[in-house]
């Protein structure tokens, strides 16, 4: 194993980044495209004690088992650091019995993903799309769902689900959130409740997932995907949820069922969605479930680009050679996994 670092796919670090990086490393192993299968990605990082990687190749399984995935095989003492959020499939106790370091981004793109949940709530809400530009004198403009004094019950109160509530509190909204860690984080919601000057109006906890959402205007799924939640809301959920209410997801739609979706928007039991689809690359446009939900005439959808902002850039990279920096010094690594 030599020491050089190995970047497996398309990352567009900053200048100033790529100076960082290349501190470590003058010569780097550079991918400017993302592999094509586990085996693949295994490959490039053979011979490379820091890797650098998205989560396409590094999470695919090396074999039948669905479960063992390619970055458990990689040789020990392997540092892995990965510049985004979502590390729940990777297995903690796998990677440590692997002997390789994980590192990651948590809330890199809490501020990007929370400004795109208050423009997809104001579009549907407003009905924005309808009304900017209208020049047409016949057509009637009705009172449309504003947010001030209407319900957002907001699904997860990890980085995100905080972030969202910071930004819909000051517009006057009527605010509930949902977790299922009630009991450890409820005194984090009283503090939030303090700092924000204003009272929520329930904290509900893993039982009163349909509660939760009979009164919700607006319903924002923040949840992150993790072992035991695939499905977890399913059509039960969405008929609980408040008739003509909207819903928002930027969540894996592997937690929340897309036909049940499709089916209480047709029937008009909900008023319309918001939908980034996060199990691409950004901007694919051409993968299915994206495809799907916006060729529905209810929902508007992006491909997975809730996330996508130069903020997010800074960030999310920041972070990754923060830890990375920390590793190679010998001192704590400051976002850990594993």
């Not at 319900?151 to 990890?158: E, S």
């Not at 303090?194 to 009164?215: I, K």
């Not at 950004?282 to 529905?296: F, I, K, L, Q, S």
Request: with cysteine; hydrophobic share 40%; net charge negative.
């Amino acid at each position: 194993m030599t020491t050089r670092i190995v970047i497996t796919e398309k990352m567009d670090l900053l200048p100033a980044q790529w100076e960082r990086l290349h501190a470590i490393d003058p010569n780097p192993s550079i991918y400017n495209y993302a592999t094509r299968s586990a085996q693949e990605w295994h490959g490039r990082c053979e011979g490379h004690e820091i890797v650098c990687s998205g989560k396409t190749g590094m999470t695919s399984p090396m074999s039948d088992n669905p479960l063992d995935l390619a970055v458990y095989h990689l040789e020990t003492g392997t540092r892995v650091f990965y510049p985004f959020t979502t590390v729940a499939n990777v297995n903690r106790d796998l990677l440590r019995a692997a002997g390789v370091t994980f590192a990651y981004a948590p809330g890199s793109n809490k501020h990007a993903v929370a400004e795109w949940v208050v423009l997809m709530m104001l579009a549907l809400g407003r009905q924005f799309t309808s009304v900017v530009n209208q020049l047409d004198a016949t057509v009637e403009i009705p009172r449309l769902k504003g947010l001030a004094g209407n319900r957002a019950t907001i699904l997860g109160m990890g980085n995100v689900g905080w972030e969202v509530a910071t930004r819909l509190a000051p517009m006057g909204m009527r605010i509930a959130t949902y977790t299922s860690l009630f009991q450890r984080l409820m005194p984090a919601n009283e503090r939030l409740e303090r700092s924000l000057g204003v009272e929520f109006e329930g904290f509900y906890g893993e039982a009163d997932l349909y509660n939760c959402v009979r009164e919700a205007d607006f319903v924002i799924n923040c949840l992150s995907r993790k072992l035991g939640n695939e499905g977890m809301l399913n059509r039960k959920f969405f008929d609980a949820i408040k008739q003509g209410a909207f819903f928002l997801s930027m969540a894996n739609p592997e937690i929340w069922d897309m036909g049940a979706l499709e089916d209480v928007l047709d029937s008009g039991h909900l008023a319309g969605a918001g939908i980034d689809v996060g199990d691409r690359a950004p901007a694919d446009v051409t993968h299915e479930n994206y495809v799907r939900m916006a060729n529905h005439p209810r929902i508007l959808a992006t491909a997975q680009t809730a996330h996508y902002t130069d903020h997010t850039q800074v960030v999310g990279y920041g972070m990754m050679l923060k830890s990375m920096e920390a590793s190679i010094r010998g001192v704590e690594i400051p976002y850990l996994w594993a």
